[in-house]
């Protein structure tokens, strides 16, 4: 199963070719393109007890999560359901098609996965969508929390850290795949989905995380928000935001989609906090 696959492909791939850990320039957000906003801060070095400790890529204040490939091991199961839709077609579903379609709203990858794939005149976006649907609902209610999700979440959360989820998925796949996990998400301060109204467009459209920044309280600037993205378009959106991201890409998506995120992991139990500003782990 696609799932057991990727669970023994891990972060190793990654780690073994050493190219995720390298070391990356951190960036300055873009302005979002539907605000004006100043420059994020500059990083600075905290000096305590006489000891200088590495200074903060950036200081945020503000959390906001992906879900699926990021929070939940929801990826292989749109994977494993699209190889078997395209298999009927005599055609075989690659890597360079998904970077395409995940992270997006439901009705944009159809479109991409029928254009992509020469089945206009076969097969509509929307008969796509209908054949998938039956397949997909049994098997989200399954799905697993990725590593280092809890320990994460649990941490931001006891530190009063804001955070929330801002996911392409639409409301009825959005409670099939959290069913097993409310207590979870019951952490986050708000989710925005992708059919919620404020989204126009799906990622790399900053309308996702926009929207998600402006439900928390307060006056919230994209440059004090750290987005975590799995997708290549996910990781154009919360930059197109003016946000900081750190991307946790599977081990078999091309590295050319790194280059925008500001941070790539093998996986979440290699984040530290205290590289953005944030409070650290306790153990
Ligand atoms: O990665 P997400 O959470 O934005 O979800 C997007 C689609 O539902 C799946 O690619
Ligand atoms: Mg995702």
Not at 41 to 53: I, K, L, N, R, T
Not at 140 to 167: K, M
Not at 253 to 258: A, E
Request: proline residues 7%.
């Amino acid at each position: 199963m696609f799932q057991a696959a990727r669970a023994q492909l891990g972060g190793a791939i990654i780690r073994s070719a050493g190219r995720a850990q390298q070391p990356r320039e951190i960036r300055t957000p873009k302005s979002p393109r539907s605000l004006s906003l100043p420059r994020a801060p500059m990083a600075s070095v905290d000096a305590g007890e006489g000891q200088a400790a590495p200074a903060p890529r950036a200081t945020v204040s503000h959390v906001i999560f992906d879900m699926d490939g990021l929070l939940l091991d929801t990826e292989g199961f749109y994977t494993e359901v699209q190889e078997r839709i395209l298999a009927r077609y005599g055609k075989v579903f690659d890597w360079s098609l998904k970077a395409k379609m995940m992270g997006k709203k439901a009705m944009e990858s159809a479109r991409i996965f029928v254009d992509e794939c020469g089945l206009a005149g076969l097969l509509t976006p929307e008969q796509f969508l209908e054949e998938r649907e039956g397949m997909l609902q049994e098997l989200f209610p399954s799905c697993a929390v990725l590593p280092g999700v809890v320990r994460l979440i649990h941490h931001l959360h006891a530190n009063e850290i804001p955070i929330c989820v801002a996911t392409g998925s639409h409301k009825r796949h959005f409670a099939l795949k959290t069913q097993n996990h409310q207590e979870m998400f019951a952490l986050m301060h708000h989710v925005v989905m992708g059919d919620d109204p404020e989204v126009k467009a799906g990622k790399p459209s900053p309308d996702i995380f926009l929207a998600a920044m402006r439900r928390f309280e307060g006056n919230v600037e994209p440059s004090k928000c750290l987005v975590f993205e799995d997708a290549p378009s996910g990781v154009g959106a919360a930059k197109n935001a003016g946000m900081y991201a750190v991307m946790v890409p599977d081990p078999r998506l091309d590295v050319s989609y790194q280059k925008e995120a500001d941070q790539v992991l093998s996986s979440l139990l290699d984040f530290n906090p205290t590289e953005w500003g944030l409070p650290p782990f306790k153990e």
